[in-house]
Every structure is written in C-alpha cells, then in structure tokens.
C-alpha cells in the first residue's frame, strides 16, 4: 500500500512505495527531502533545513516524490561508534625475564624498594671526567726500524769505532819488542799470568762492541727485542775506548724500546 504525506515545506500531498517507509524522498514541487514516515498516520519528518521557499498554489492529488539513494545518510538516526572502538589495543603481555639483567621495577620512577640497598656501580653525573687512555696500536716492522735507525746506527759506529781501535793498539804493541820483553817474568809461571792479564783486557775491549753490534743489527731488522735491550746495556759498558759517544746513542735507543708499541712491533 503506498504511503502519502504532507511535504513540511510546501504541504504538497507526496506519494511513496511502501517500501520507501524511512528513507528520504524529495518533494517534486519545492525539492525538500523528507523523510517518508512509515505510514500514512505518522508525521512527516523534517528533512534537511537547506530547502527552497513554497511554491504557490498546490495540485489536487498526490504527488510522486523523488527518492534518495540508500547511501544517503538518515538525519534522524545519530552516528555511533561501534562497541568496540574505545576498547584497548591488545592485552598487556608480562615481562619477559633475560638472564644477567636486572628485573624491571614496577615503580615509573625508578624507587628501589624498602630494605635494598643501592647498586654500587651508579656513576655520579656530577663526578669530575676521568683519564682516558686510549689504545695503542702495535706498529709494523717498517715503522719500528724507522724509530731505531738512529740509535742503530749510533751504537754501530762507536762499536766498530771501539773495536778497530782496540785492534790497532793490540798489533801496535805486539810489534813492539821492548813491550813484549815487559811479560817476561823471573818464570814461568809470572809470564803466563803477564799473558793471561792482556788477553782478559783485550776480551773486555772486543766483547762488549761485539755484543752493541749484535743489538744493532737487531734494531736494523726490527725484529729481536731481548737482543736489542742486550746491545744497549752492552754499549753502556765503560770498557770501550769510545764509551761516551756509544753511551749517548744507548740511551736513545733504550728510550725508543720501551715504548710498548716498538716492543709489541719487535717480538
């Protein structure tokens, strides 16, 4: 059975499907919508208040209004949310428990609880900065002979310096007779501790400039840390005729081994 009623606008008799009953209709006379009551005995409902003034005059029968597509939205039916869309986003899951670290406290901000005592490793942010020491790196073979060319070449040149002195003097008074007429003793026995005096002196002149070359050569390499540490306490010696100028160099190269970084390069 079609459903009739009066636009609220221009009071136009309006004539609807039966199947139209809550939905909107426009009135073809002043175009207002309205929405289509569910039966004739119902009230019309106000539509939208945006609506073109009345028309004069009226027709005598019904008239068949224009309805809206569904989609329309219904003016008298309030938007809700849905039930859900206040609820929260997923549950709280509990903490998980790692092993070496601390377990997170409840407390937002950060209280320790009755009878604890404070962690002895907090640092003070108030505390004075203190040293860094920043790592060394070992050097390479290349840059460890850089740092003990001098010094090589110093303890080499007192120790051959110190050696052809010594051989010179040693051929210099074997030559001499009247030097040699001074080893003999009243005996035997004096002339061979004569001697065995001389060659004592003469091992305590080669050795040691020996043993500084030995040290040298080690620092030319870069490589033998203990035999270079052993030519420098051997250059040290004061048994060589060019101790002072050796000593000198020594020290140098001393300084320049115990760096832990030309250590480190030289074993």
């Known amino acids: 059975m079609p459903i009739e009623f009066d636009c ?34 119902l009230p019309p409902l ?47 899951q509990p903490a998980m428990f790692t092993p070496g670290l601390p377990p997170v406290s409840a407390n937002p901000f950060g209280d320790l609880p009755a009878g604890s005592a404070a962690p002895s490793n907090i640092q003070n942010p108030y505390a004075s900065p203190t040293g860094y020491v920043a790592q060394q790196a070992q050097l390479s073979t290349d840059e460890v002979r850089s740092k003990l060319l001098g010094p090589a070449i110093g303890i080499s040149l007192s120790a051959v310096l110190s050696l052809g002195f010594t051989l010179l003097m040693t051929i210099m008074l074997a030559a001499d007779e009247s030097f040699r007429d001074e080893f003999q003793g009243e005996n035997a026995a004096e002339t061979a501790g004569a001697y065995f005096a ?16 030995v040290g040298a050569y080690a620092m030319f390499r870069g490589r033998g840390l203990v035999a270079a540490w052993i030519g420098a306490f051997a250059t040290l010696i004061p048994c060589t005729p060019c101790f002072f100028i050796g000593a000198i160099f020594a020290v140098w190269g001393m300084i320049a081994l115990a760096d832990s970084r030309v250590s480190k390069g030289m074993l």
């Open 46 to 92: 106000p539509g939208s208040v945006f609506h073109s003034p009345p028309l004069a005059g009226s027709s005598s029968g019904p008239l068949e209004a224009v309805l809206e597509p569904t989609n329309s939205p219904n003016p008298s039916n309030a938007w809700l949310p849905p039930p859900g869309a206040f609820a929260p986003v997923g549950t709280s």
């Open 8 to 41: 609220p606008t221009c009071q136009t008799r309006i004539r609807t499907p039966d199947t139209a009953a809550g939905k909107q209709a426009r009135c073809p006379r002043c175009q207002t919508i309205a929405v289509v009551p569910s039966s004739s005995n």
């Open 198 to 213: 001389a060659i004592m002196m003469f091992a305590f002149a080669v050795l040691p400039p020996l043993v500084s070359l």
